[in-house]
C-alpha cells in the first residue's frame, strides 16, 4: 500500500513537472514569436535593414558567387541629421530618418533596397548597373525629395542637406574595402560641390582625390586620438599695453608634420561635415581653459574669442547644442566673443542672421572678422549688434597707401566710437605699423609685435604674467 502511494505520488510529481516544461515551453516559444514581430515591425518601420554589416557581407557574398555581378551603390549623407539627434533625442531623430526612407522608398521601388550604415550615412544599393543619365536623374530626385521639409512629432519640422556619392560595379574596386573607399572618394568629390550635390566615381576622381582621401582619414583619426588643440595670441590695448584677451586658434598636432595650421585642413573639414564637431570641440576646450586660468589667476581678467565657420553658422542647431553648453559649464557669456567671417559666401541667409541674433541674445559678444573694404562686408554694420570689428591686415595697409581708403577708416572709427563698438586692429607685426594704428585711433591690437599664437601655460608665463617692455 505505501508502494503504491508512494508511486502514485511520484506519478502526480512527474505530471507537474511536466505540465511545468511543457508551460515553460509554450511560454518561450510565444515569448520568442512577440520578439520576433516587434523585430518585424520595427524593420518595417524603419524601413530599413538595422544591422549596416550586412551590407558589407552581401556585398562580399556577390563579387565572390558570381563572376558576372552588376550593381550600383548611392552613399547619401545626410548634413546635420546628427544635431538633431543630440537636441530632440533618439525618437525624433528615428522618426526623421524612417520618414525619409519610406520617402525614397516609394519614389525608388522594390528593386532598390536601404542600409543605414551610419547615424548620419544611408546607402542605397540596387543588383542593376544603372546607365550614367538614370543616374544623374535618381541622384536630382533624392535631393529635391530630402529638400522637402521632414514632419516631426507636434509643431517640430526640419530641412536638410544632403550629398551623394555614387559607384557602379565592376570599375569601382574588387572587394568591399575598395568599393567603400571609392564611394567615400564620390562622396567628398560631391561635398566640394557644395551642399545637395552628387558625384559618380570614376579613376579619374579616385587618382584626384587620392590624396584628399588619406587626408579625410587622417582627420577622422586625428579625432579619435585627439591631435587637435587650441593656440592663444593675445589682444592688447595699445595704450597701456595691457593683456585684455586673446583669440583660440585651431591647430592639429600631427604625429609626423608637427604642428599644422588651418589652411592645411579646415577646407575639408569644411567639406566632410567635421567642422561642427570641432568647432564644438574647441569651445567647449575654450570654457575649461577660461575657467582654469580664472581658478589659478583671480586677479587677471580678460576675455576670450574664436571663430565660428561659415558652415557653423549655418547649422540650425548651433543655437541650441550652445545652449546646452552653457548649461553644463555654468559660463558667464559675457567674456566670450564670437568672431564671424566671410558675411558674402552664406547661402542660407535666414538661419545665419537667426543664429547671430540668438547667439547675441544668449549674453556672446559679436565680432566681425577679418574686416576688409568689400561692400557686402560693410553692409552688415547696422544689421547686427556688433561688439567688435576686427581689421584685417590688408585693410591697415590699404589705409596707409591710398587716401580713399584711409577716408573710409576713419569714418568708420568715427562710427565704432558712437556705437561703442571696440576696434581691433589684426597683424600688427612692427612698431612702425603699431605707431600708424595708433594715430588713426585704434585702440586694441593684435598681432605678431606682441606675441605669436601660444599654448595655454605658454601665453600665460610669457605675455600675461611677465611686464610688458618694447
Not at 558567387?65 to 548634413?79: G, M, P, R, V
Not at 564611394?183 to 576622381?205: E, H, M, P
Not at 590695448?237 to 595691457?242: A, K, V
Not at 552664406?346 to 547667439?359: G, H, S
Amino acid at each position: 500500500m505505501i508502494n503504491i502511494l508512494a508511486f502514485d505520488t511520484a506519478v502526480n510529481i512527474f505530471l507537474v513537472i511536466l505540465f511545468i516544461g511543457v508551460t515553460i515551453f509554450f511560454i518561450n516559444i510565444a515569448r520568442r514569436s512577440i520578439k520576433n514581430a516587434k523585430t518585424d515591425y520595427i524593420e518595417q518601420d524603419k524601413n530599413f535593414e538595422l544591422d549596416a554589416n550586412k551590407f558589407d557581407l552581401m556585398i562580399t557574398r556577390m563579387i565572390n558567387s558570381d563572376k558576372k555581378a552588376n550593381f550600383t551603390i548611392l552613399q547619401l549623407e545626410i548634413q546635420d541629421i546628427i544635431n538633431l539627434k543630440k537636441s530632440y533625442g533618439d525618437m525624433q531623430y528615428e522618426n526623421a530618418i524612417s520618414s525619409l526612407v519610406e520617402t525614397i522608398k516609394k519614389m525608388l521601388g522594390v528593386q532598390f533596397k536601404i542600409f543605414m550604415y551610419e547615424a548620419d550615412n544611408i546607402l542605397i544599393y540596387s543588383k542593376l548597373n544603372i546607365s550614367g543619365d538614370h543616374l544623374k536623374e535618381i541622384s536630382k530626385k533624392i535631393i529635391i525629395e530630402c529638400q522637402k521639409t521632414i514632419v516631426l512629432a507636434g509643431a517640430l519640422t526640419m530641412e536638410i542637406d544632403v550629398n551623394i556619392g555614387i559607384v557602379s560595379y565592376p570599375g569601382c574596386g574588387s572587394n568591399i574595402k575598395e568599393i567603400k573607399q571609392n564611394l567615400l572618394i564620390a562622396l567628398i568629390g560631391a561635398k566640394r560641390k557644395g551642399n545637395n550635390t552628387y558625384s559618380v566615381y570614376n579613376a579619374q576622381l579616385g587618382n584626384k582625390q587620392t590624396d584628399e582621401y588619406k587626408n579625410y582619414i587622417e582627420i577622422k583619426n586625428a579625432i579619435n586620438n585627439k591631435e587637435f588643440v587650441l593656440y592663444y595670441q593675445p589682444i592688447v590695448n595699445l595704450d597701456t599695453l595691457e593683456v585684455k584677451g586673446a583669440e583660440a586658434l585651431l591647430r592639429w598636432d600631427h604625429k609626423t608634420q608637427g604642428v599644422l595650421s588651418p589652411a592645411s585642413f579646415l577646407n575639408l573639414m569644411e567639406q566632410s561635415g567635421d567642422i561642427n564637431w570641432v568647432g564644438f570641440w574647441s569651445l567647449e576646450q575654450l570654457i575649461k581653459q577660461s575657467q582654469q586660468w580664472k581658478n589659478q589667476y583671480p586677479e587677471i581678467n580678460f576675455s576670450l574669442s574664436m571663430n565660428l565657420s561659415p558652415k557653423q553658422l549655418m547649422n540650425p542647431e548651433l543655437s541650441e547644442e550652445l545652449r546646452r553648453i552653457i548649461k553644463r559649464y555654468r559660463i558667464n557669456t559675457n567674456e566670450i566673443c564670437m568672431e564671424i567671417v566671410q558675411f558674402a559666401v552664406f547661402d542660407k541667409v535666414q538661419i545665419v542672421e537667426d543664429n547671430i541674433t540668438k547667439l547675441s541674445q544668449m549674453g556672446f559678444r559679436i565680432a566681425i572678422d577679418n574686416f576688409g573694404m568689400e561692400f557686402s562686408t560693410l553692409q552688415v554694420l547696422d544689421k547686427y549688434k556688433l561688439d567688435y570689428i576686427k581689421l584685417d591686415r590688408k585693410f591697415i595697409k590699404e589705409t596707409m597707401e591710398k587716401e580713399l581708403s584711409k577716408s573710409i577708416a576713419e569714418m568708420l572709427i568715427k562710427y565704432a566710437n558712437e556705437k561703442e563698438i571696440i576696434i581691433v586692429a589684426e597683424g600688427v607685426e612692427n612698431a612702425e605699423l603699431l605707431n600708424y594704428v595708433k594715430t588713426l585711433g585704434i585702440n586694441y591690437g593684435q598681432g605678431y609685435y606682441f606675441s605669436k599664437p601660444k599654448m595655454p601655460k605658454e601665453l600665460m608665463q610669457d605675455v600675461i604674467l611677465t611686464p610688458w617692455k618694447e
